[in-house]
């Protein structure tokens, strides 16, 4: 039976700049591990979705390949270097492209993937990266949902991938930890309420307090 | 980081509450526990709607004379006793007061702890569920195979529950009322027990005159709904959740409960779409039955266990519900049918053997077959017995007419259903035993507990205290007081 489940692909794609150093990279690393922690204990959520962390700091890197949550293992973040933002737009495209199951004569394909972009500042990889959110928004392959954590990030990018744009003010570990779970709030409303009616806007909580939506 | 606050309810009683971070947030509402968690308060995720004079009315009339766990005396729904509203009150979760301040708000009962996983429920490492509310698809879908076996139950514990809702959901029905979104979400399970609650009771719908905000949760909306969601609200062409709607959401929910899949979820596909447009026409205008006996395109081709190993009255009404109602709303089962043919189907379930078996329990529909269908082990330590009952036809003297079957097994008890063909085992009928049936040195023996009336084939009365040595043929009155039924004995 399980044949006939689709799942629900979630890339969570996360700034490791230098910025991020010290204790706001521990509270992601926190925030990851009690975002899983919380889909385990939805039961459609633990079938369906399947999870997937893709770092960029001077590179870009994916830490965790698409996995179903009970054989997830977080990975070991670190934050160093520049923020090459472009590159992974890229590798995420190459991603879905390569892990995300499509709908052929014989096989049910996966839902649209849920992608959410964590990030602190701006790419240091600007044309790249223009090129890459060029495309990503043209593919339409994923719903996007991108945050900007703090002072210095700037949404103008962001609003390049994806319409969904949340701004957080600062990048305390509280208010990091409010956006896992806001991100885990999403994944499960997903998770029930696909297919409802086709073409629609993503439907989402209302984001956390203190978090506001970029226009 | 939490606090206590009040809440002020509209007669003005003051209450507490824990403000805590990232409260449980569903589709309408989030929700604050109780200091002591015996009760919840729930808000709006959107306060506007809170202010919403149509909604406030509805849930004034949700609370009070809508309310079948309170008794009309005390402001419940008309017609209501006391001791029906506590056999009510067990089987939802029904909101009882209207919060005014800070805003618009209810307060519920809390779940009874049994709705909750402990730290024994999982059995793998790494997945901590204490706490966690037992939705129904952590028992019917694939990751049933994380929960400790000692969850799980067995299948007439399933049959229990299918019962519980079927009543709980007639009971709703017959009073107009429409749930509009029972899904796996709203009703919690708990297969240990054999019991379910039916929760989120605030969106009820009354036809005509509360109209529905919801559509539905994925994989329980009536394709009718699905379908034309591509209409505008208020467009005639648009079908809403109601009663029937609540018919196919429930037959999909009690499919799940004893087969442990989904009904319309197959092979069947549509290729080069996505995934989301697929769904839509899959679960709305292309919907097909996996278990179709016309179209086999939907059907998975390792259906070990069908809806024919349930016996005769289910099958019936499945087929009901996802063949003939699929897509004719009119002609699904009504919640009444449900729970009929699911307690005549209770009677004929027997224990398996097999000790390995997980189930435990199976349909015995065919004496002459009787074989468990989830571990196909065949019956064959003992001889099968079934009570065949028979009551009389009105105004007709001395004609019997077959009504209702029984397979009995060892210590069956007997209840006043058996016993008076006027008795229906609903929430109105005594639970008291009456007799029961034991296995004794190698012969069946009916012992009365205290039926007055009874008789056996040999024309001696049996008073209680007293057994009737049951033969194949035999044929006697379980009672000769009014109403009493005839039963004939067949053992193969």
Redesign the interface.
Same mark, same amino acid.
């Given at each position: =039976?399980? @044949?006939?489940?689709?799942r629900l692909p979630v890339y969570l794609l996360l700034d490791c700049s230098g910025s991020m150093h010290g204790e706001r990279i521990e509270a992601v690393k926190q925030g990851v591990k009690s975002l899983v922690?919380e889909l !385990?204990? &939805? *039961? %459609?959520a633990? $079938?369906t979705a399947y999870i997937s962390v893709i770092t960029f700091s001077s590179t870009a890197k994916q830490e965790a390949a698409l996995t179903e949550l =009970?054989l997830f293992k977080e990975p070991e973040l670190k934050a160093s270097g520049a923020t090459m933002f472009g590159r992974a737009l890229s590798l995420l495209m190459d991603c879905i492209n390569t892990e995300v199951r499509k709908? /052929? $004569? /014989? %096989? !049910?394909? @996966?839902?649209?993937p849920l992608v959410f972009i964590l990030t602190d500042g701006a790419p240091s990889d600007v044309e790249d990266f223009k090129k890459c959110a060029e495309q990503l928004k043209q593919m339409k392959v994923a719903n996007i949902i991108a945050c900007a954590a703090g002072a210095d990030a700037d949404t103008k990018y962001l609003k390049m991938i994806t319409d969904n744009v949340l701004m957080m003010n600062s990048l305390s570990s509280g208010d990091l930890a %409010?956006f896992f779970?806001w991100v885990s709030?999403s994944i499960k =409303?997903t998770s !029930?309420?696909? &297919?409802? !009616?086709?073409?629609q806007a993503l439907e989402l909580?209302?984001p *956390?307090q203190g978090f506001q939506i970029v226009p | 980081m939490s606090r206590i606050v009040e809440a002020v309810l509209a007669d003005g009683t003051k209450i507490p509450y824990v403000i805590t971070e990232n409260p449980p947030k569903g589709g309408m509402k989030y929700t604050y526990f109780s200091p002591d968690k015996s009760y919840v308060v729930q808000f709006f995720n959107e306060s506007e709607l809170g202010r919403d004079i149509n909604i406030q009315d509805r849930i004034s009339a949700i609370i009070g004379k809508y309310n079948p766990t309170i008794s009309e005396e005390k402001g419940g729904a008309k017609g209501n006793t006391e001791k029906l509203a506590n056999y009510f009150s067990d089987k939802y979760c029904w909101p009882y007061a209207v919060i005014v301040s800070p805003e618009f708000g209810i307060v519920c009962p809390a779940y009874p702890a049994n709705y909750f996983f402990n730290e024994k429920s999982s059995k793998v490492y790494g997945l901590n569920l204490t706490g966690k509310d037992k939705k129904s698809n952590w028992f019917t879908s694939k990751v049933r195979k994380y929960l400790s076996d000692d969850e799980l139950g067995n299948f007439m514990m399933m049959m229990k529950i299918s019962i519980s809702l079927a009543r709980a959901i007639r009971r709703m029905h017959t009073a107009g009322l429409a749930h509009s979104d029972l899904s796996n979400n709203n009703v919690l399970i708990d297969p240990k027990t054999g019991s379910c609650v039916v929760i989120d009771i605030d969106s009820l719908v009354v036809p005509g005159l509360y109209p529905p905000e919801v559509v539905g949760t994925r994989g329980y909306i009536a394709p009718e709904v699905l379908e034309t969601t591509v209409y505008s609200y208020g467009d005639p062409r648009r079908a809403l959740p109601c009663i029937e709607t609540d018919l196919h959401s429930m037959a999909v929910l009690i499919y799940e409960y004893l087969l442990t899949r989904h009904p319309l979820t197959g092979p069947k596909h549509i290729p080069d779409i996505p995934a989301e447009e697929e769904d839509f026409l899959l679960m709305g205008s292309q919907a097909l039955f996996i278990e179709n006996p016309d179209d086999r395109s939907n059907r998975p081709d390792n259906l070990n266990v069908t809806i024919h190993d349930l016996g005769p009255h289910i099958e019936h009404l499945f087929l009901q519900a996802f063949t003939d109602g699929l897509h004719n709303p009119k002609y699904r089962p009504t919640a009444m049918d449900w729970e009929r043919g699911l307690v005549k189907t209770w009677d004929l379930l027997y224990p398996c053997e097999n000790p390995e078996c997980r189930e435990k329990w199976f349909v015995l529909y065919d004496m002459d077959k009787p074989v468990c269908p989830f571990c196909g082990h065949r019956i064959r330590n003992t001889e099968i017995v079934k009570f065949i009952f028979k009551k009389e036809l009105r105004g007709k003297k001395g004609q019997w007419i077959k009504y209702r079957e029984l397979i009995v097994y060892n210590n069956i008890p007997i209840f006043s259903w058996h016993v008076y063909s006027n008795i229906f085992a609903d929430e109105k009928a005594e639970r008291d035993l009456m007799a029961y049936v034991v296995k004794h040195q190698e012969q069946w023996l009916l012992i009365n507990q205290k039926i007055s009336g009874m008789r056996s084939s040999s024309g001696n009365i049996v008073p209680a205290g007293k057994a009737i040595l049951l033969r194949n043929g035999d044929s006697f009155r379980i009672s000769e007081d009014e109403n009493g039924n005839l039963i004939e004995v067949v053992i193969t």
């Open positions: =039976m399980s @044949d006939f489940i689709r922690a !385990k204990g &939805d *039961p %459609q633990l $079938e =009970m709908s /052929t $004569e /014989t %096989q !049910k394909g @996966d839902w649209r %409010q779970a709030g =409303m !029930k309420s696909i &297919d409802a !009616k086709p073409g909580p209302p *956390p | -």
